[in-house]
Structure formats: structure tokens, C-alpha cells
């Protein structure tokens, strides 16, 4: 934000209660919402999924399941910039009790366990601490299942679970300082208002090592690209973990509970497991694989500008753009391939907006021959780290960041 003090003055408690108001999220209660699965036939192409606006605060989105809501970025809106609108920002919940309004007031955040001062702090005493603010793509362990070959069961994602913005709000350790971590502490756990729909479901709940909580990146969020967040993205608080995966960015935070003893619930131990290979990949059926909590993103890089199958006029320079991010640490290098992977060159970055962010680049070439071509893009982090030419495999099709290819006609 370029003027923060604008900017916390507005997120005073009415504005909150407005955003939040009955009115502007009755739409939630509607239909619509209680909609129960829509066949997907994904398969056949992204492009054939229906695309719904029945969502409060959420303009056109993929549909991929109403209840608990699971909505898609269509793939078009990450060329028109760097952040990702909140109206076009995508969803993903666990369960399908979720409030649909959020009283301001009432509200605490609590905090709790192995703490020398259990907290339970209000919106304003939230807002009251230092401002933190930082770019960091949000992406769903699972972002591009749906081309996972052979299938994995979940949600079908393309490659529209994730979106950049830019996150204000708080450092989780200057919330856990002020109630202070005992020694012995080993993880912080994160419950937001979201219920299971089932008496005996596992409550979504996610936690952190303790020192990664405290590393002044970790952050509360109470706004993104300078609005409240989105009721579906986690209104009043979510959290943010500045390049892992979404999964641990849990939304309408209301509970933080320092824990002396490893968490081994549900959504620690059995979901949200990766094979603790390279690249998180193994063979279908192989047996004996050691699962590790998913963690780190990895980089990846996407055209938003040239659909596959996409006629380009050949003798003509062609401009190609897109998106890329580095996965855990920046992006040093976006490289484009016009021949299949045969010949690579490096494309110009568009400005840095933190190295947790999407980074834009764009380049331009002539196609020369006529007929079928294959463009193929690459991110090379600045870890050293770039995309495999091989897909990964894993039973939850995760951390998929297989180089993309767009095959193309040159005429
Ligand atoms: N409270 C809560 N937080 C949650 C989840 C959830 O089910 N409940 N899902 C997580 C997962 S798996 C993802 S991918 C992201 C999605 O964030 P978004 O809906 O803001 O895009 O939220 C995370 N935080
Ligand atoms: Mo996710």
C-alpha cells in the first residue's frame, strides 16, 4: 500500500462491519450455494467447466464444487497483471460449515496453550500492532491436479488454485511475543471459524514449527491488495505463510494454540503428506514411500497470453508473456523455448514485487517455419532451483511444476 496510514484509517470498525454486513453476503444462503455436486468433465478441457457469479464478493470463477465452495481463477485473468483481484482470487474450504457473516465485535482471537499470557484479542487490538505488509502467491498444494497422469482422486483443479496479492496485517511473532512462547514449545496451531459438517470430522487445523512461526514473515492477514479480505478468503483473519502452500493459510483465524508435543492430527499426519522424494514424486502403487508434511513450494511459470492451439502468424515478431514465481524464494530467470525444448532464451522480468510474488515476464520472437510448434516456458528460482522437464507423480497430486508446454500452429 503506498499510504498505510490512509489505509488504517479506513479499516475502522464500521468498515469492517460493512464488508461484513448481512446484506452484501446474503447471497451465501441462496441456492446456489446449497447446489450439490455439478459433473466436471474435465477431461475433455480446462475451457469446459461451467463458470458461476453466484459467489458474494467474487465475479466470474471456474466452478468446481458449490458446497463446501471450490472455485477456480479462469486462467485469462492472470494476464491482466501481477496481482490477482480478490473478486477473481480463488477458493478452496474443507468443510461446508462456514459463518456467513463474521460480527466484528464479538470477535476474538484467541490465544492459548503453552503461553505465559493466554490473549483473546479483538479486531482493534489486532489492528493496534505494528503494520506488516508482503506479495506472496497463495497456491493449493493441489493446483493443476486435473492433469495428473494417471488421475488422483480430489478436487480437479487446472492451473487456477493460486493468485498473488499483496497481504497486510500483522507478524504472527508479534502477536506470539505478546503472549509469550514458553520454553519447550515445539509447534503453533491455527483453527479458524469453520466447522465440520459431520459430528466426528476432523476440525481443519494446521500448525507450524515453532520457529517458523516466529520468523517475522508469518503473518496475520487482515487485508489484500489493500481491501478486507473476502468473506470466501478468510474474512476477518487469515494467515499467511510466505512461500508454502495454502494449506497452511488458514482463513478466518480465530485460535492460535501453542503446542509442547508434535501435532499428529488429521490434517498434519495423514492429509496433506507428500512422498519426501525429489520433487515429491514416486511411482503409482509403490510401496514403502516415507511421507513428510507438504512444505515449500517449488517454482513455476505459465503463458497467460498464447492459449494452446492458438494460430500465430509466422515471419511476424510475436509477443509472449506471462507469470512465474520462484516457489520459496524469487524468480531468477524465465527462459522460453519456441522448439520443443530444443533451444531456450531468456525472457525480460517485469518488476520485483518481493521475491514471494508472482514476477511478470514477456519476450518476443519470430516464428519462422509453418506448421505445428511447441512454446515451452521455465522459472530457474533463486535457489538455482528450475522446472523438470518430467512431471511428478504422487497419490495427491501435489506439487505439480512440470515445465508447461502450449502446442501452437505457426501460419
Ligand atoms: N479455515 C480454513 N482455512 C483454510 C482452508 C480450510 O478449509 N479452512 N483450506 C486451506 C487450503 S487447502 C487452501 S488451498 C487455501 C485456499 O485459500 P483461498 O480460498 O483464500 O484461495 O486455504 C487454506 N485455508
Ligand atoms: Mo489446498
Request: hydrophobic share 40%; net charge positive; with cysteine.
Amino acid at each position: 500500500m503506498s499510504n498505510t496510514s490512509l489505509f488504517r484509517a479506513a479499516l475502522t470498525r464500521r468498515q469492517l462491519m460493512r464488508q461484513a454486513g448481512i446484506a452484501g453476503l446474503a447471497t451465501l444462503a441462496s441456492p446456489a450455494w446449497a447446489e450439490t455436486m455439478v459433473t466436471l468433465p474435465f477431461p475433455g478441457g480446462v475451457g469446459d467447466r461451467p463458470i458461476t457469479t453466484a459467489f458474494p464478493q467474487k465475479g466470474a470463477m471456474v466452478l468446481q464444487r458449490t458446497r463446501p465452495p471450490l472455485l477456480e481463477t479462469p486462467f485469462e485473468v492472470y494476464d491482466t497483471g501481477v496481482f490477482t483481484p480478490n473478486d477473481r482470487f480463488f477458493v478452496r474450504w474443507h468443510w461446508a460449515v462456514i459463518p456467513t457473516s463474521v460480527d466484528v465485535d464479538s470477535f476474538r482471537l484467541n490465544v492459548h496453550g503453552h503461553v505465559n499470557k493466554p490473549l483473546s484479542l479483538t479486531l482493534k487490538d489486532v489492528l493496534a500492532l505494528p503494520q506488516f505488509e508482503i506479495a506472496a502467491v497463495n497456491q493449493c498444494s493441489g493446483n493443476s491436479r486435473g492433469f495428473f497422469a494417471p488421475r488422483v482422486a480430489g478436487g480437479e483443479w487446472g492451473n487456477g488454485a493460486m493468485g498473488n496479492a499483496r497481504w497486510t496485517g500483522v507478524r504472527l511473532k508479534d502477536v506470539l511475543d505478546r503472549a509469550g512462547v514458553k520454553a519447550g514449545a515445539v509447534q503453533v496451531r491455527f483453527n479458524g471459524l469453520d466447522k465440520p459438517v459431520v459430528k466426528d470430522g476432523p476440525d481443519f487445523i494446521k500448525s507450524l514449527a515453532v520457529d517458523h512461526a516466529r520468523d517475522g514473515e508469518v503473518m496475520i492477514a487482515y487485508a489484500m491488495n489493500g481491501q478486507q479480505l473476502p468473506l470466501l478468503n478468510g474474512f476477518p483473519l487469515r494467515v499467511i505463510v510466505p512461500g508454502w502452500y495454502a494449506t497452511y493459510w488458514v482463513k478466518m483465524l480465530n485460535d492460535i494454540e501453542v503446542l509442547d508435543s508434535p501435532d499428529t492430527n488429521f490434517w498434519m499426519k495423514t492429509a496433506y503428506t507428500i512422498p519426501d522424494t525429489p520433487h515429491a514424486d514416486m511411482k503409482p502403487g509403490q510401496a514403502g514411500v516415507k511421507m513428510v508434511p507438504i512444505n515449500r513450494m517449488n517454482p513455476r511459470s505459465f503463458i497467460t497470453n498464447v492459449k494452446s492451439g492458438e494460430t500465430i502468424p509466422a515471419g511476424k515478431p510475436a509477443v509472449v508473456r506471462g507469470i512465474a514465481f520462484g516457489g520459496d524464494t524469487g524468480v531468477k530467470r524465465v527462459d522460453l523455448s519456441a522448439d520443443g525444448g530444443k533451444t531456450w532464451h531468456t525472457t525480460h522480468l517485469g518488476r520485483d514485487e518481493g521475491r514471494y510474488g508472482f514476477r511478470r515476464w514477456e519476450t518476443r520472437f519470430t516464428p519462422a517455419a509453418k506448421g505445428p510448434a511447441t512454446l515451452m516456458v521455465r522459472c530457474t528460482n533463486s535457489s538455482g532451483e528450475a522446472q523438470p522437464t518430467q512431471a511428478n507423480w504422487n497419490p495427491a497430486g501435489f506439487m505439480r511444476n512440470v515445465i508447461e508446454s502450449t502446442p501452437v500452429s505457426v501460419a
